[in-house]
C-alpha cells in the first residue's frame, strides 16, 4: 500500500480539472510580470485537454501537486504544459513528470519529445537541458517568445 505522502502520477479526470486550473495558475503566476501577460499554459481550457490530451497529474500529500498535458503531434510528442506547486518545487516532481512525458512518446511510438518555454522563464532554460533536452530554436510563436527544445527517446 502507498503511503499517503508517496508521489504519484496517475491520468486525469474531468474531476481534477479545478485543482489542475489552481495548480496552473499558481505556478505560472511568477511569469505575468516579466511576461507583460499570462503564460500560455494559464489560457488552456484543462477540461478540453483532460478530454482530448494525454493528462497527467501527480499527487502527493494527499492533494495534486503536479501536472502535465502531453498532445501528440506529427511524429512527436508535444509536452505541452508541465507545473509543479509552489512549495513543492525542487522535490524531483518536475522530473518525473517529465519522465512521464517520454513514457507516453514510447508508447505512442513516437521518437522524440517536444517542448517550449518562454524566452523570459530563464529557470526552465536550465531544467529541461539538465534532463537531456536540447535547444532546437528561438522564435516568436502565437505572441510568445519562444525557446524550442527537443529529446529524443528510445523505442522499446
Same mark, same amino acid.
Given at each position: 500500500m502507498?503511503?499517503?505522502n508517496d508521489p504519484r502520477i496517475r491520468r486525469a479526470t474531468a474531476g481534477d480539472v479545478p485543482a489542475i486550473e489552481r495548480l496552473v495558475r499558481?505556478?505560472?503566476?511568477?511569469? &505575468?510580470?516579466?511576461? =507583460?501577460?499570462?503564460?500560455?499554459?494559464?489560457? !488552456?481550457?484543462?477540461?478540453?485537454?483532460?478530454?482530448?490530451? $494525454?493528462?497527467?497529474?501527480?499527487?502527493?500529500?494527499?492533494?495534486?501537486?503536479?501536472?502535465? &498535458?502531453?498532445?501528440? =503531434?506529427?511524429g512527436h510528442l508535444l509536452l505541452? !504544459?508541465?507545473?509543479?506547486a509552489p512549495g513543492?518545487?525542487? $522535490?524531483?516532481?518536475g522530473a518525473r513528470l517529465l519522465e512521464r512525458a517520454e513514457d507516453d512518446a514510447r508508447e505512442l511510438g513516437l521518437p522524440e519529445v517536444r517542448l517550449y518555454t518562454h524566452r523570459a522563464m530563464t529557470e526552465n532554460q536550465t531544467f529541461y537541458p539538465r534532463h537531456g533536452y536540447q535547444e532546437?530554436?528561438?522564435?516568436?510563436?502565437d505572441g510568445y517568445d519562444r525557446v524550442f527544445y527537443r529529446k529524443r527517446v528510445e523505442l522499446r
Open positions: 502507498t503511503a499517503v499558481d505556478a505560472f503566476d511568477m511569469y &505575468v510580470a516579466r511576461i =507583460g501577460k499570462p503564460p500560455a499554459p494559464m489560457l !488552456t481550457d484543462y477540461a478540453d485537454a483532460v478530454a482530448t490530451a $494525454r493528462v497527467w497529474v501527480l499527487e502527493a500529500d494527499g492533494r495534486i501537486v503536479g501536472a502535465l &498535458v502531453n498532445e501528440v =503531434g506529427d505541452d !504544459t508541465v507545473a509543479v513543492t518545487q525542487g $522535490r524531483g516532481y532546437t530554436g528561438r522564435g516568436n510563436q
